[in-house]
Each structure stands twice: as structure tokens, then as C-alpha cells.
């Protein structure tokens, strides 16, 4: 049963160009969560998801970054018009449960650099 | 706000020595807590999960406590390896909208010295 797989792990940008960083969650899983983790700092919450469901995006800026989780296919956040302070680690988790009662299993991360 | 703090930000140990973290968390209005460990440059592996109801959880060497009216978990680490050396994360999901929206803290960087 492969874990939270997340893809690119490491990807660059220039300023003004898109990122797209794609999640699939372990087999089973329904809810997806994206957190980002700036240098130095904790991990934040960006959004929840479920299948073609967005149900909470309060952590998400509310311009340039989009996320879904469509039917078929991995979850997918896009970042529009990077800019440098967008240079984080991107991490994907997901979980079998409702909120509250279930663990989250986290991905490895895509490591955004805006060049 | 939920706000979660990890004291201390580093510590280095010699192998053997038994050692705590501890996390202190603002709102104890709580669902869950979660303590993860990352290793640098990769994902966060979870290590223990409290319910709000539990008072400690137990994985092999590790012991994690509970006290939501005062607002602290601490992790206990028993005998330190060099394995061990990584970042501990302590997380506490308050259950806003709805959703599993974890507050995490900044960590505790350990070094466990051979």
C-alpha cells in the first residue's frame, strides 16, 4: 500500500511563470490536505478536499493559488505568477476518517524554488 | 487563534539519555494532538496520536502525554539513539469548519550525539 505520493519533489520557477504540484493520497483515501511550510517556520494549512470537493480553503491566498481534487486523478495545486516568497515546501497529506478522528499520512513534499 | 509552541527549538543529547519535548498549545478546545518526526529534507512521518479524551499514548520508546486543561503535551523519547536525531513536531487539531486543520508548532530539532 504506497504511502502519500507527491510530485514534483523539487521543482523551479522563474517569477511569472505557473506551478503545479500533484498529490495522490494512499489508496482508500478520500481527503486530501495541502500545507505549506516556509523557511523557518511551521507547517500552515492551505485546504481541504475531498473528491471534486473543496471544503475548506481559509489558509489558501486568495489570489494565484487554486487547488481541486477531481474524480480521476491526483489533487492538484497551482500556484499562477510565482513570485520568490511562494519558495516553500509544499506538503500533501490525506486521511481514511472524517475530520477530527483520523491521522493524517504526509507526502514527502514539493520543494517550490522561485528563481 | 490556535498557537502552538515547541520549547525548546534545539537540543543535543548524548546516546542513552532519556529526554522530553514539550508543546503548549493556546486553545484547549482540542479534537486531537499529533506529534511527527522530520527528517531533513523529507516528509513527516507520524509518530503518536492523542485523542482529546486520552491522556497518553505509547510506541516502543516513545510516550506522548496529554493534558488539555493546561494546554501541554510532552513527547518522551527513553534510551536516545543517533536514529533518532530529527525534527518533532507537535500538531493539535482544533476542528475549525469542520475540517482536519492541523496548528503546528515549529519543532524541536534533536542531535543525538554517539
Known amino acids: 500500500n504506497a504511502g502519500v505520493m507527491q510530485n514534483p519533489r523539487h521543482l523551479v520557477r522563474r517569477r511569472g511563470q505557473e506551478a503545479r504540484l500533484r498529490c495522490s493520497p494512499m489508496k482508500g483515501h478520500s481527503h486530501v490536505y495541502w500545507y505549506r511550510q516556509l523557511p523557518e517556520e511551521g507547517l500552515k494549512f492551505m485546504v481541504y478536499l475531498q473528491k471534486e470537493n473543496i471544503i475548506d480553503e481559509s489558509g489558501m491566498p486568495k489570489e494565484r493559488f487554486s487547488a481541486e481534487f477531481p474524480k480521476e486523478g491526483p489533487s492538484i495545486l497551482r500556484i499562477q505568477q510565482v513570485v520568490r516568497g511562494d519558495s516553500a515546501a509544499y506538503f500533501c497529506?490525506?486521511?481514511?476518517?472524517?475530520?477530527?478522528?483520523?491521522?493524517?499520512?504526509f507526502g514527502e513534499g514539493s520543494r517550490l524554488t522561485v528563481l | 487563534k490556535q498557537e502552538v509552541t515547541q520549547i525548546p527549538a534545539a537540543l543535543s543529547v548524548p546516546e542513552g539519555e532519556n529526554l522530553v519535548l514539550n508543546c503548549s498549545f493556546t486553545?484547549?478546545?482540542?479534537?486531537?494532538l499529533q506529534w511527527f518526526r522530520q527528517d531533513p529534507g523529507k516528509g513527516l512521518t507520524s509518530l503518536l496520536l492523542i485523542q482529546s479524551s486520552q491522556r497518553e499514548q505509547t510506541s516502543g520508546r516513545l510516550n506522548a502525554s496529554l493534558d488539555k486543561s493546561s494546554g501541554r503535551s510532552t513527547l518522551y523519547i527513553a534510551a536516545s539513539q543517533p536514529g533518532d536525531s530529527a525534527t518533532y513536531l507537535c500538531a493539535v487539531d482544533s476542528g475549525l469548519a469542520g475540517a482536519n486543520n492541523l496548528f503546528f508548532g515549529t519543532g524541536t530539532r534533536l542531535t543525538v550525539i554517539p
Open positions: 486553545d484547549s478546545a482540542i479534537y486531537n
Open positions: 497529506a490525506s486521511s481514511l476518517a472524517q475530520a477530527n478522528t483520523g491521522e493524517l499520512f
